[in-house]
């Protein structure tokens, strides 16, 4: 039951109130101005809103009827039609058959968290709400009991990352190559919906393509002519023309400790030969796409096959090389160096080591300088080879795949059978038989007769990655279930699911032993393999993909803030924004703590440069650690992030009604309907005055149109607006400070964060469901249904029982009804 | 002018390792070179599409008289070099792409109506449903000649969260060519994969080795279509539908390497280097991704090109022009004067990379004539004025296919668009009397 503090009104309106509703009714009604409610009400049931009483508890029934008529039917009937919607077209007697769930699922939605009716109408008491919704409640939650429906997602494809991750367990291949498939459609807030999963020949021609070249890579047949590898160190472009910034720190944790500057990147080397890494250093010219050849330093490694990282950087100085004196010319404030160039050492780094180090000029001044005198540093890292090439290697995906080594040619098919079959096992998920086993070798043999070993077995792996058997997740109906019946999917189907949820990946051999066997969904199985998954370096795929459209964190990555009004946004904060949310994030997962935490934790992951951002002071270096806040730190919870900060604002500007819709959207499930077209502009100046996001929003309730969404949302983001378009603290907008005191509808008086953290833990229920809605959506690859909410609602309340623990609503969504059964298709 | 080769700009692209040269000096990649003959004195033998997203500021847009000589729109001047190539239409309206009692969504709806002129169902589910798109039926018949039937180029990954439109699944916005009123077909941004893709990873190799990969790979598509099918065996109905997508795509490659296999030469791409990325400025990108679409048109790889230079509900901000807002957040100006100033200067922004497409095909010989005159070029945006998503002005450019230029059309307001359409089907060669929600020609168009 929600516990919204409620301004209390009596269940009848006042007189005064009258006119104002009567004057909405149609013409024949206004003349009963002396009615009471109830005759006005029965006069429009009688025109209207037919109820045909249900079969038992007649009582009850009536009291039904009147809620439904005293609260909603005033609006909700045939000829206001509120909403393009009237009572007349649902019957509380249809619950029990099964009938518009969609309907009854949103009165209740609409009812229990207080949506309806509307704050300016009559208001249930207390005691009729609970009665009513307890009602509709368990009769929509025994509805499902007594019908369960799991739903049915289509064929569901694997999409882009959870094919990266499935070649990557499958070849032990530590190589990215997601970037080279397009991007997938997404709905319902993630892009791993089944039925949006398509294939057309795009698609098809980037699998074979990639599927060549892991495989090719993997089995160590990768080119063996020298390629050029390129990798910009990210750098964010110049600011203001000013050159490419560089920072005096350590840039990677491949780096060394103690190091400044450059980057590191990982590279797949496709054999054991020598290779060159080079790299371009920047000169101080306003161009960043100069790469200049007096600025290039090169040197040969020798490595082996397989991944690497590799790196180059400067060494961190007490006090820097240069020193620059300022001159000033018009408006320009030229920095230039007073010494010539001084030597620095620049460190190859391989591995997170040092392989060897050149010398170079402590700055290069180009004709074309630039006004800011950055440090050296480096812009873009080569990587050519291989040269003379000394063997395939010894790979983890070499020892994987050659699980044997034919020792003569009589010897090579019964190898290459075994390779295959323990291939085809984990790539299709499944045991496999010499059904499988046969067309793959028939490929295999093909291939054999004009190519050696293992450029055969090389073409069979690519065979199996853009096979169907690889890319779908198969999923049978019983060959004798009835249309529209419902069937509990196998272990094996059971575990594919699990792991493309947990890890967005293949199960691994452990998962799909347990499922051959039948005992992986026994409930000590389960719960041990669940944490065992979560607890999986792999699970990093949950933030990935999970948390990083949950919370919006990719989009980070294509967010421009205006670098007129954030200079010093730079791409160390873009990154450490992102990282603080990812691992904020996988600690409550993996802790197994409250879901609350999201809303009022009092601490989070910051490095230097964040909590600078941030305004705390006693944070250093690059890494990130656990700090714990301090009661004035304003920050706190998922709505404290930077990430999130930011991309609900624009490029320069904070935006109240994004942040207000994301919350109602991603934190209570209540997304409001989509503005109309024909928006007018914010006001931003009146009578010559600028106005804040306050004022211009005070505009939204000035017009019922508008007012009726915007007064859910905007004060939830007003309440956020000390955090700026970046999410830094500040205290004065348009010149004036900021006030953060919000009201919401029912008249709940709230302010600033921490306002808004007790206005969303009062909504906690709410909240766990908004989640598990969420999690459930992202885990089945399909939007929900009516069908499901029962489901979420009983997911939500045995986490609630648990003390709001994430990992209990993991157990709950893994042993659900959808995710558990599915239904057979309809004829 | 001829462009060098060495496009000293683009191979600055050094930056990002190698750069794409475009090195086909006329002789040394004629046409010719895969037999394909063209009728090119009577029709366009292909087809351009540039699509460009949220809209089109209609005040600025529309020239102030119609006719020939007309006075070019602020919004057009980019365009001024190229005057007496295209034409300019008026008065066009998707009636299809109004909400007709659907909820929300209005992007959703005018993205998917642009090309197909049908009304989209609002869904975020398997349940799309559009209609196909003028491209596709081009490309049904001219597709059959070349390697690739159509190319879908765009500029925008699609992958921002919670911008698509509400209650319109993200796949209506991202694309414009829709295969069948289900099946739509996503679009390319990364150069170095556009590349790959037409020019396959052969380049480079010897004939012998071609032939050998070509084996393998029927190989490999003989397998993975025995599988399919032994697969869908065993599925239901609508998972059958997804199998189906899944073996046709199987077909097309397969029908691509037995053309391949019957070709007698092969297009030495010796002299091409791949392109390494995604350039770092947009109109690098842009450019990047036309001068591809001109040589997969050079080559005849394709005669069929939809370019999407933005998805629709772009949120891209143009810093390098001076607007820092995000275009899509700018296209609802409410009536701000600076707003709308900024807006008028991406519209423009816009029309100076068409005219960066005109040029380039202007400038590449084909045949007799030149590329230009044998392709038909469509630029268009999906709505006009944004801020109240209005589909029933919307802006059309036709360019090239050897028609006349220098006009501006004005037909009687509401003319439904996909009567464009059907005409500039009709121009390429496909007998057709419907198309959309046409209700005629517009033979002005040819004449």
């Given at each position: ?8 009104q ?13 004057s909405?009714l149609?013409?024949?009604v206004?003349?009963r ?5 109830i ?11 037919a109820?045909?009483l249900?079969?038992a ?6 009291s039904?009827e ?15 039609l509120s ?8 019957n509380?007697?249809d619950i ?5 769930l969609?309907?009854w ?12 009716p509307?704050?300016?109408r ?11 919704t ?5 009769s ?6 007594s ?6 997602a ?11 991750n499935?070649v ?5 291949l ?11 459609d ?55 023309n ?5 920072y ?6 491949d ?8 980057g ?10 020598d ?8 000169a ?6 100069d ?8 040197m ?14 400067f ?21 230039l ?11 190859f780094?391989?591995?997170?080591r ?6 170079v ?7 074309r ?29 070499r020892?994987?795949?050659f ?8 010897t ?5 059978s075994?390779?295959l079959?323990?291939l ?6 499944r045991p ?12 295999y043999?093909?291939?054999r007769e ?17 096979s169907p058997?690889?890319?779908?997740l198969?999923?049978q ?7 529209g019946?419902?069937?509990?999917i196998?272990d ?5 699911r699990m ?6 990946s293949?199960?691994?051999e452990?998962?799909?032993t ?11 199985v389960l719960?041990r ?8 370096s792999?699970?990093?795929?949950l ?8 919370l919006?964190?990719r989009?980070?990555?294509f ?6 009004a954030?200079?010093?946004f ?16 996988s ?20 490095n230097?440069?964040l909590?600078?951002?941030?305004g705390?002071?006693?944070i250093?270096?690059?890494e990130f ?6 009661p004035d730190a ?6 404290g992030?930077?990430s ?10 904070t935006?109240?009604?994004k ?6 959207d991603?934190?209570l ?12 502009a ?5 009578g ?7 004022e ?6 000035e ?6 969404c ?6 939830l ?14 205290l004065?907008d348009a ?19 921490d306002g808004?953290?007790?206005v969303?833990?009062?909504q906690?229920d709410q909240f766990t ?16 249904k009516?069908?499901?909410r029962?489901?979420v ?9 648990d ?24 004829e | 002018m001829?462009?060098?080769l060495?496009?000293s700009?683009?191979t600055?692209?050094r ?19 895969f ?9 366009p ?13 209609m005040?600025?847009?529309t020239p102030?008289?119609s006719?020939?000589d007309?006075p070019?729109?602020p919004?057009l001047?980019?365009?001024?070099a ?16 109004n ?12 993205c998917?109506?642009f090309?197909?002129?049908a009304?989209?169902?609002p ?7 559009c ?8 490309a049904?018949?001219?597709g059959?000649?070349t ?5 879908e180029?765009g500029?925008e ?6 911008s ?7 796949t ?9 009123p289900?099946?739509?077909?996503p ?5 170095r994969?556009v590349?790959e ?11 012998n ?5 070509m084996?393998?790979k ?5 397998f ?6 032994r ?10 539908r997804?199998?189906d ?9 397969e029908r691509?390497?037995?053309?391949l ?6 297009l030495?791409?010796g002299?091409?280097?791949l392109p390494?990325g995604?350039?770092?400025t947009?109109?690098?990108h842009?450019?990047l ?12 790889t394709?005669?069929?090109c ?5 998805r629709?509900?772009?949120?891209r ?18 009536g701000?004067a ?8 991406i ?11 005109l040029?380039r ?20 945006a999906s ?10 002005d919307?802006?059309a ?8 230029g220098?006009?501006?059309?004005a ?10 359409m ?13 198309f959309?929600?046409?209700?005629g ?7």
């Amino acid at each position: 039951m929600i516990e919204l503090p409620v301004n209390r009104q009596k269940t009848r309106p006042r007189p005064g109130v009258m006119p104002f509703v009567l004057s909405r009714l149609p013409g024949r009604v206004i003349g009963r101005l002396t009615g009471g409610i109830i005759s006005l009400s029965a006069l429009l049931l009688g025109s209207s809103v037919a109820f045909s009483l249900p079969a038992a508890d007649t009582e009850d029934a009536s009291s039904r009827e009147e809620f439904l008529d005293t609260y909603c039917s005033r609006c909700h009937n045939d000829e206001r039609l509120s909403g393009n919607w009237s009572l007349s077209m649902v019957n509380p007697s249809d619950i029990a058959k099964g009938r518009d769930l969609e309907a009854w699922e949103k009165i209740f939605r609409m009812t229990s968290e207080r949506g309806m009716p509307p704050p300016k109408r009559p208001q249930p008491s207390e005691a009729e709400l609970a009665e009513f919704t307890g009602w509709l409640q368990s009769s929509l939650d025994g509805y499902s009991a007594s019908y369960p429906n799991p739903g049915r997602a289509t064929l569901r494809r694997l999409n882009r990352a959870e094919y990266s991750n499935a070649v990557r367990d499958l070849l032990a291949l530590d190589f990215e190559f997601s970037g080279q498939l397009p991007a997938d459609d997404s709905g319902y807030g993630f892009d791993n919906i089944a039925d949006l999963l398509s294939v057309s020949s795009t698609l098809m021609d980037r699998y074979f393509s990639v599927a060549g070249k892991v495989s090719r890579l993997a089995v160590g047949l990768g080119p063996v002519q020298p390629v050029l590898t390129v990798f910009q160190v990210p750098k964010g472009g110049s600011i203001l023309n000013q050159g490419v910034p560089s920072y005096n720190e350590r840039m990677s944790p491949d780096l060394p400790l103690g190091s400044r500057g450059g980057g590191a990147f990982r590279f797949y080397a496709p054999h054991d030969g020598d290779y060159e890494i080079s790299g371009y250093l920047n000169a101080n010219t306003n161009n960043e796409v100069d790469r200049l050849e007096e600025n290039l330093v090169k040197m040969r490694v020798k490595l082996t096959a397989g991944a690497h990282s590799i790196g180059m950087s400067f060494r961190k100085q007490l006090v820097l090389d240069e020193s620059v004196q300022t001159l000033r010319n018009d408006t320009d404030i030229l920095p230039l160096p007073t010494q010539p160039p001084r030597s620095m050492t620049l460190d190859f780094v391989v591995d997170g080591r040092p392989v060897g180090s050149a010398e170079v000029p402590s700055y290069h001044m180009s004709e074309r300088f630039a006004q800011v005198n950055f440090l050296r540093d480096v812009l873009q890292i080569n990587v050519e080879g291989p040269f003379s090439v000394t063997g395939a290697g010894d790979t983890p995906s070499r020892r994987k795949i050659f699980i044997c080594q034919p020792t003569t040619i009589r010897t090579e098919p019964a190898c290459a059978s075994k390779i295959l079959y323990k291939l085809a096992r984990h790539a299709y998920r499944r045991p496999v038989t010499s059904q499988d086993i046969g067309p793959l070798l028939d490929v295999y043999g093909a291939v054999r007769e004009d190519a050696d070993f293992e450029t055969a077995i090389a073409t069979v792996i690519q065979a199996i990655l853009v096979s169907p058997g690889f890319l779908f997740l198969a999923e049978q109906d019983p060959p004798d279930s009835l249309p529209g019946s419902r069937h509990r999917i196998n272990d094996l189907e059971f575990a594919a699911r699990m792991s493309l949820f947990l890890w967005s990946s293949l199960p691994d051999e452990e998962l799909l032993t347990l499922a051959e066997k039948n005992k992986l969904r026994r409930p000590k199985v389960l719960k041990r393999q669940l944490k065992r998954m979560l607890l999986d370096s792999k699970s990093d795929a949950l933030t990935h993909n999970f948390a990083g459209q949950w919370l919006y964190l990719r989009n980070l990555e294509f967010h421009q803030p205006d670098v007129m009004a954030f200079p010093d946004f730079d791409v160390r904060l873009r990154q450490s924004m992102r990282r603080e949310s990812e691992l904020f994030f996988s600690g409550i997962v993996r802790r197994d703590a409250s879901v609350l935490e999201f809303i009022d934790a009092n601490y989070s992951f910051l490095n230097e440069r964040l909590a600078t951002h941030y305004g705390l002071d006693d944070i250093q270096g690059t890494e990130f650690r656990r700090v714990e806040f301090q009661p004035d730190a304003n920050r706190g919870g998922l709505l404290g992030h930077a990430s999130l900060l930011t991309v609900t604002s624009y490029g320069n500007h904070t935006s109240v009604v994004k942040r207000g819709q994301w919350i109602l959207d991603h934190l209570l499930a209540a997304p409001p309907p989509p503005a109309p077209p024909d928006v007018p502009a914010l006001v931003s100046r009146q009578g010559g005055k600028a106005l804040n996001a306050r004022e211009q929003m005070a505009l939204h309730r000035e017009d019922p149109a508008c007012a009726s969404c915007h007064v859910k949302m905007d004060p939830l983001g007003l309440s956020l607006e000390k955090y700026d378009a970046i999410g830094a603290y500040r205290l004065v907008d348009a010149g004036r400070p900021i006030d953060v005191a919000s009201i919401l509808p029912d008249g709940t008086r709230f302010e600033g964060l921490d306002g808004l953290q007790q206005v969303l833990l009062e909504q906690k229920d709410q909240f766990t469901r908004a989640l598990t809605e969420q999690l459930l959506t992202y885990a089945l690859g399909r939007g929900l249904k009516a069908y499901d909410r029962p489901t979420v609602r009983a997911i939500a309340r045995s986490t609630a029982e648990d003390d709001y623990r994430i990992q209990g609503m993991f157990l709950g969504i893994l042993t659900s009804e959808p995710f558990n059964f599915r239904r057979t298709m309809e004829e | 002018m001829k462009h060098p080769l060495s496009l000293s700009r683009r191979t600055v692209l050094r930056g990002l390792g190698t750069a794409m040269a475009l090195p086909l000096m006329e002789a040394m990649v004629p046409s010719a070179a895969f037999g394909a003959t063209f009728d090119s004195v009577s029709k366009p033998s292909r087809l351009s599409v540039f699509y460009m997203p949220n809209g089109m500021r209609m005040d600025n847009f529309t020239p102030a008289r119609s006719g020939r000589d007309y006075p070019l729109s602020p919004t057009l001047e980019p365009l001024a070099a190229m005057k007496d190539k295209f034409s300019v239409i008026t008065g066009l309206s998707h009636n299809n792409a109004n909400a007709l009692g659907d909820p929300g969504g209005a992007h959703g709806r005018s993205c998917a109506a642009f090309l197909t002129g049908a009304h989209a169902k609002p869904t975020e589910g398997s349940d799309l449903y559009c209609g196909i798109s003028m491209d596709q039926v081009i490309a049904n018949q001219l597709g059959k000649e070349t390697l690739f039937p159509s190319l879908e180029l765009g500029l925008e990954p699609s992958s921002l969260l919670g911008s698509c439109d509400i209650g319109f699944s993200c796949t209506y916005t991202n694309t414009i060519s829709w295969k069948s009123p289900t099946q739509a077909l996503p679009v390319m941004v990364n150069p170095r994969d556009v590349f790959e893709r037409l020019f396959g990873d052969s380049a480079g190799l010897d004939e012998n080795s071609r032939q050998l990969q070509m084996r393998r790979k029927t190989s490999i598509l003989d397998f993975v279509r025995q599988d399919a099918i032994r697969m869908a065996r065993q599925l239901g109905a609508n998972d059958q539908r997804k199998m189906d997508e899944y073996l046709q795509s199987v077909r097309e490659v397969e029908r691509r390497i037995q053309k391949l296999a019957n070709q007698e030469t092969n297009l030495d791409t010796g002299n091409l280097i791949l392109p390494s990325g995604i350039p770092d400025t947009f109109e690098d990108h842009l450019q990047l991704m036309v001068d591809l679409q001109v040589l997969a048109m050079q080559t005849d790889t394709t005669r069929v090109c939809t370019f999407m230079l933005g998805r629709e509900l772009s949120n891209r901000a143009y810093t390098e022009i001076g607007v820092p807002d995000s275009h899509h957040s700018l296209s609802h100006h409410g009536g701000n004067a600076e707003k709308i100033e900024k807006l008028h200067k991406i519209n423009r922004y816009h029309l100076k990379q068409f005219a960066y497409l005109l040029e380039r095909m202007d400038a590449t010989r084909d045949g007799e004539g030149t590329l230009l005159d044998n392709t038909l070029v469509f630029a268009g945006a999906s709505l006009g004025e944004p801020n109240k998503h209005d589909c029933m002005d919307l802006p059309a450019i036709v360019a090239g296919g050897g028609l006349l230029g220098n006009r501006h059309i004005a037909l009687p307001q509401h003319t439904p668009m996909s009567n464009l359409m059907l005409s500039m089907i009709q121009a390429m060669g496909v007998e057709s009397e419907q198309f959309g929600d046409s209700t005629g020609t517009v033979p002005e168009l040819s004449s």
